[in-house]
Antibody, heavy 116, light 107 residues
Framework: EVQLVESGGGLVQPGGSLRLSCAASGFTFSSYWMHWVRQAPGKGLVWVSRINSDGSSTSYADSVKGRFTISRDNAKNTLYLQMNSLRAEDTAVYYC?????????WGQGTMVTVSS | DIQMTQSPSSLSASVGDRVTITCRASQGIRNDLGWYQQKPGKAPKRLIYAASSLQSGVPSRFSGSGSGTEFTLTISSLQPEDFATYYCLQHNSYLWTFGQGTKVEIK
């Protein structure tokens, strides 16, 4: 069964850091680009970042560029999002979907709350 | 960056109604667009990919059309389980973007 499980969310103070993880199983993780998508409470979906299959190319939404870093460990079948200089507006559920061709797989998300 | 303008932001409809949602891209994106359905507390679910291809397992009352800058999601006969929020997602550029969402509510 294809599965994505996000973890690492929690409560962090403004200016703090957090690293999210996304454990993949049931497919050849190293073959696919991966993404992070977030959704603030009561708001719409926002694409955050993507990484290519070998980790050599990344892209970021303007709202997180310079603060967030996406990476992956294909040996561990795990995707990461390092989030620094966190702001209140980064409060959201973070998803790591596999969106490629016929694949449309989402995990349950992990909640990040930035508050003092 | 490519901006996606989705309309309407919300609509009220009755079971059996035909519903149309539109997304307009700020520049041409060929057919690099998907439509998603999201229910409260749940992850999104893709309905349509490549602008007009039905995702496996999705009822045939859902259809997508368009290419370039104008795209449409149509629900031919709204069912009770279709009350949800719908989003378009363009993946033509290195920076992907969602539309703002359309909440479909019961009239």
């Amino acid at each position: 069964e294809v599965q994505l499980v996000e973890s690492g969310g929690g409560l962090v103070q403004p200016g703090g850091s957090l690293r999210l993880s996304c454990a993949a199983s049931g497919f050849t993780f190293s073959s696919y680009w991966m993404h992070w998508v977030r959704q603030a409470p009561g708001k719409g979906l926002v694409w955050v970042s993507r990484i290519n299959s070998d980790g050599s190319s990344t892209s970021y939404a303007d709202s997180v560029k310079g603060r967030f870093t996406i990476s992956r460990d294909n040996a561990k079948n795990t995707l990461y999002l390092q989030m620094n200089s966190l702001r209140a507006e980064d409060t959201a559920v973070y998803y790591c979907p596999l969106l490629y061709g016929a694949f449309d797989i989402w995990g349950q998300g992990t909640m990040v709350t930035v508050s003092s | 960056d490519i901006q996606m303008t989705q309309s309407p932001s919300s609509l009220s409809a009755s079971v059996g109604d035909r519903v149309t949602i539109t997304c307009r891209a700020s520049q041409g994106i060929r057919n690099d667009l998907g439509w998603y359905q999201q229910k409260p507390g749940k992850a999104p679910k893709r309905l349509i990919y490549a602008a007009s291809s039905l995702q496996s397992g999705v009822p045939s009352r859902f259809s997508g059309s368009g290419s370039g800058t104008e795209f449409t999601l149509t629900i031919s006969s709204l069912q009770p389980e279709d009350f949800a929020t719908y989003y378009c997602l363009q993946h033509n550029s290195y920076l992907w973007t969602f539309g703002q969402g359309t909440k479909v509510e019961i009239k």
